[in-house]
């Protein structure tokens, strides 16, 4: 099965911080049936959290090179799945809910909600987009 995953859940693999990810959540990851993908959404965001120091700890806080990024996503079993034309025309028709505004996350709902993969992620608020197509796995910490 195929699943997209949030930056948080990315920066918990990163940080091979395991507890951060639920029972559901591990399996999910563990199986060799899987295969996860994340946007370049994502890993914009991945990039800028060990830029700034916010995720990296595991790795000594030492600067990695973009080379290193995109390979620690490799070694981590993670496709990069670009945003594409299908993705933005999704993304355009998506309905606000409540005070949920981040455009990032809205393009991230977007491209899942559009590839018809599920999509894991321990933001909350994300389940809001339900109604509109998308498929959660909500990792429940």
């Not at 830029?51 to 079993?77: F, H, P, V």
């Not at 993670?78 to 309905?95: C, D, F, K, S, T």
């Not at 505004?101 to 992620?121: E, F, H, T």
Request: aromatic share 10%; charged share 30%.
């Amino acid at each position: 099965m195929r699943y997209y995953i949030d930056t948080n859940i990315l920066a918990y693999l990163f940080d091979e911080n395991m507890d951060e990810l639920s029972p559901e959540t591990k399996r999910l990851i563990e199986d060799y049936g899987t295969l996860l993908y994340t946007s370049t959404v994502c890993v914009k965001e991945f990039i800028h959290l060990c830029q700034t120091g916010k995720i990296g700890n595991s790795r000594k806080n030492r600067r990695l090179s973009s080379d290193e990024w995109l390979a620690a996503l490799y070694d981590m079993g993670v496709r990069i799945a670009p945003v594409n034309e299908y993705h933005l025309r999704q993304y355009a028709g998506l309905p606000f809910h409540g005070d949920h505004s981040d455009p990032d996350d809205r393009l991230i709902i977007a491209q899942a909600i559009s590839d018809r993969i599920p999509l894991v992620s321990s933001d909350r608020k994300f389940h809001l987009y339900e109604e509109d197509g998308l498929e959660l796995v909500f990792n429940k910490r």
